[in-house]
């Protein structure tokens, strides 16, 4: 066994703030409720329902991971958060449509005591939001400030020991990263000057840091991806990961892909549409908006797929990717995906994908899953980039220069490794050669004794 590293205990109150109090963040907070009160089960969070392997297989131990790791539990939790509308979560929920009315008319007497913050604002980055409750500043650095106020009074007046922050808000217009990201010094220096290039989301990603609070972005935006927020988060000793909670299509494209390339089959195209209508889908129909979702969703083929290595295979993928507001779906996503492989001498065949999901169910979970291990991450001493994380992403944050790893299942066996190696266990590789050295001993010693 390893030895296990110095893990501060979970105690007292963990506040989960949510930049962003639509229908993803209400849905999570009406979940988490919905399952410390017994009215359901919080399906599709690993740290919850998930199990861990430990040691051989022949020693069965399987624990759930939240009886393996010294997480908070659900009724440690305490929820805040902003927003550009000022309905209360359940006014929220309500709106948002995604949860059955009558499981939120019964969260109804806790929903409706969460209200959101006023929200940091630039139309400029979300062109198809009109909300009227946000702050004013003279500069960024002030609305930067204003938010540090907020996290800590939110801290005192909840009795908070610790807090988190998860984006989920809406993606923002695409930026590239320039001169004002490089350095802590040039990104402090902008906010001052209220650079047109610092977007919302990484005032956010500052003021939460500053704050010794780990982040973790949910949408493509750039946020934290820049080394100016990196700084930030080594400076102060924080976690933050990302970006873009891994839903829908591009979690069926993570499970599908790793298997045709573990079959050496051919891929020549892979064309993917979805329809959507709520307020992610209306915030997406602007061009600016779309493209930056584009960028996150396009790069997931591009990790699983090694173009260079396996040109034969790979080298000439057609990958299409559409995404239409329908507002008569609301949350209810429907994704369609049609791949083009080749087998055996070339010969063609094809998959068809209809997904019919529903976006805030499946995001939810991996609010609490990253809130809970960055939460953990912290009291254990780590702090920067969580690659390990990688698993909740469409477009996993790395190191500077290292390619993100978008295959699921290595994604899983990595996330796994890191729990067992924070808490002394031995690593597990899955070769299992030990099994059948053992057993060929065996075998070698019965036929001594026969000889």
Request: net charge negative.
């Amino acid at each position: 066994m390893n030895k296990q590293i110095k893990i501060q205990p979970a105690t007292g109150k963990l506040g989960i703030l949510t930049p962003g109090m639509g229908a993803v963040a209400t849905t999570f907070i009406a979940g988490v409720i919905a399952a410390r009160k017994g009215i359901a089960l919080p399906i599709g969070s690993l740290t919850q329902m998930g199990t861990i392997r430990l040691g051989k297989r022949t020693e069965d131990r399987n624990p759930r991971i939240k009886d393996f790791a010294p997480l908070a539990g659900l009724d440690q939790i305490v929820f805040g958060g902003w927003d550009v509308y000022s309905d209360n979560v359940y006014q929220a929920a309500l709106e948002a449509k995604v949860l059955d009315r009558t499981l939120v008319e019964q969260l109804k007497d806790e929903l409706q005591t969460i209200s959101p913050m006023k929200a940091v604002f630039d139309k400029t980055y979300v062109r198809n939001l009109d909300g009227k409750h946000v702050k004013t500043g003279a500069t960024k650095m002030d609305l930067a400030e204003q938010l540090m106020e907020d996290i800590r009074r939110f801290k005192a007046d909840n009795g908070c020991d610790r807090l988190v922050m998860v984006w989920c808000a809406s993606t923002e217009a695409y930026l590239e990263a320039s001169d004002v990201h490089q350095s802590l010094e040039a990104f402090e220096a902008g906010l001052r000057n209220n650079d047109e290039r610092i977007a919302p989301s990484m005032i956010y990603a500052y003021a939460a840091l500053q704050c010794g609070v780990p982040f973790a972005n949910g949408a493509p935006n750039l946020t934290c991806d820049i080394p100016a927020i990196v700084e930030l988060s080594h400076k102060k000793r924080v976690p933050v990961g990302g970006k873009d909670f891994k839903t829908g299509q591009t979690l069926m494209k993570t499970i599908v892909a790793p298997g045709l390339h573990a079959r050496a089959l051919g891929v020549r195209g892979w064309f993917s549409s979805n329809i959507l209508g709520n307020r992610d889908g209306a915030v997406l129909d602007a061009p600016e908006n779309f493209k930056t979702k584009e960028v996150s969703k396009g790069n997931v083929l591009d990790g699983i797929f090694n173009a260079e290595s396996q040109p034969e295979l790979y080298g000439d993928i057609y990958h299409k990717i559409r995404i239409n507001y329908y507002p008569p779906h609301g949350d209810n996503k429907e994704s369609w995906d049609n791949i083009d492989i080749f087998g055996w001498l070339g010969y063609p065949m094809q998959i068809k994908i209809n997904f019919l999901c529903r976006d805030s169910i499946l995001a939810a979970p991996i609010v609490l899953d990253l809130a809970l291990f960055l939460d953990l991450a912290q009291r254990s001493g780590m702090m920067g980039i969580q690659e390990w994380l990688s698993f909740y992403f469409k477009a996993p944050q790395t190191a500077p220069g290292l390619p993100p790893q978008h295959d699921i299942f290595k994604q899983l066996s990595k996330l796994e490794n890191t729990l067992r190696y924070m808490m002394g266990e031995e690593l597990i590789t899955h070769l299992g050669l030990d099994y059948y050295e053992d057993l060929v001993k065996e075998y070698e010693e019965l036929l001594q004794t026969h000889s």
